[in-house]
């Protein structure tokens, strides 16, 4: 007892809100760690087409440098 106080007993609804709010935390994470894969793959989607789209390119090029000659 502190200043003449009772402290308030454990009660079984303390673990569910315990519970609860780990469940929260935890869908909280798991939704960040899939939008992160989600702007992750559009990055690699855009390098991917990016990059055919250089080497498109650079096979155009080569052609027109061919049929100057």
């Given at each position: 007892?502190?200043?003449?106080?009772?402290?308030r007993p454990?009660?079984?609804?303390?673990f569910?809100?315990?519970a609860?709010?780990?469940?929260y935390?935890?869908?909280?994470v798991?939704?960040?760690l899939?939008e992160?894969?989600y702007?992750?793959?559009i990055?690699?989607?855009?390098?991917?087409?990016e990059?055919?789209?250089?080497?498109?390119q650079m096979?155009?090029?080569?052609?027109?440098l061919?049929?100057?000659r």
């Amino acid at each position: 007892m502190d200043n003449n106080r009772i402290r308030r007993p454990i009660r079984s609804s303390d673990f569910l809100v315990i519970a609860t709010e780990t469940a929260y935390n935890l869908a909280q994470v798991v939704s960040g760690l899939f939008e992160s894969l989600y702007e992750l793959s559009i990055y690699y989607s855009n390098q991917k087409t990016e990059t055919n789209q250089a080497w498109e390119q650079m096979a155009q090029d080569l052609e027109t440098l061919e049929e100057d000659r």
